[in-house]
């Protein structure tokens, strides 16, 4: 599996070289209503690590869709990511609508 960094260093498309902070994450979460949340879309979810707290605290009815360009954090999300409530699309934020329908 890639690390976030190895990925920065071979896919120009990867934004960071290191995953966001524990404190950056409970900024992130408290900005949902996850009461009200059906559907949670995360661009470049990376390795996860915004991911696994949003599931966390996700209703069991909801669903996570992580989409995600570099191919090789795709196939890490597919691996590493199983829950039901989890789709791990490849592809562009610019794509969204599509995704989504």
């Known amino acids: 599996m890639p690390t976030l960094f190895e990925s920065f260093l071979k896919d120009p498309g ?37 991911s696994k707290p949003i599931l966390e605290r996700m209703r069991p009815d909801a669903k996570l869709i992580l989409i995600e360009t570099n191919p090789e954090l795709v196939q890490m ?16 934020a610019e794509n969204v609508r599509n995704i989504l329908t």
């Open 14 to 50: 990867v934004a960071s070289i290191a995953p966001t902070s524990r404190f950056g994450i409970r900024k992130i979460c408290k900005l949902i209503d996850f009461e009200k949340a059906m559907v949670i879309v995360e661009y470049g979810p990376g390795t996860g690590v915004i």
């Open 77 to 92: 999300l597919k691996e590493t990511m199983q829950d039901p409530r989890v789709i791990v699309v490849q592809g562009s």
